[in-house]
């Protein structure tokens, strides 16, 4: 289920000053840079490297924020330009009883965690952030996957695709790894990366046109 989403306000870094908004996608994702030009969007790309080490026991809402957060951040500061500017972050992650699933490290890693996610349910977190001059808006949205059973074989044949590393949990939903779900409720952009109403609330709130859906 799509739980409700919640919108923090942290102090932001000030930015140069200006009159035009440009978006920043602080992302190399390929699915969010389609999601977003899904939506008409045009933007630059400036992709973030951050720490994304996951203590255990720290909630997985609050990690995908801080984590989503720090991408933002990490841009925003290297950026120098006259008018204002809208950074773009998120963060996605795959909760499996407050046990973080991130992009699996090999093959045998992410056989793993296939076996883990086999017949259950579990909750992909994505963490949206839009920073600007003024503040930071974020935002955490939960959809929650159930799996098939999986067989070895299923698993091998998922693998065998190999669409897998790149990816939290070492899924894909919206390509070959759909074939393992048997069920979503809440957000399917959510998973792939971009809960889509919930940017679209965070770009506007951040000066961001986007045409009425
Ligand atoms: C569960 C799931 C995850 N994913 C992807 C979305 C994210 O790109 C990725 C999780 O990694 P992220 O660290 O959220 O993002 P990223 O490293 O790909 O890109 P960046 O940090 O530059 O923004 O997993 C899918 O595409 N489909 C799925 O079904």
Sequence with gaps: MHRSARLGRHPGRPLTGGSSTELVLASQSPRRHELLRGLGLTFRVEPADVDESWERGEDPRAYVERVAIDKAEKVAHLLDRDGGICV???????????????????DAH????????????HQVHTAVVGWTAREAIATVVTTDVTFRTLTDADIDWYLGIGEHLDKAGAYGMQTAGGALVERIDGS?????????????????????????V
């Design 88 to 106: 773009l972050a998120a963060d996605t992650t795959v909760d499996l009883d407050d046990d973080i699933l991130a992009k699996p490290d090999d």
């Design 110 to 121: 992410a056989r793993q965690m296939l076996e883990a996610l086999s017949g259950r349910a």
């Design 188 to 212: 399917p952009s959510n998973v792939i990366g971009l809960p889509l109403a919930e940017t679209i609330d965070v770009l506007r709130a951040c000066g961001v046109t986007v045409a009425r």
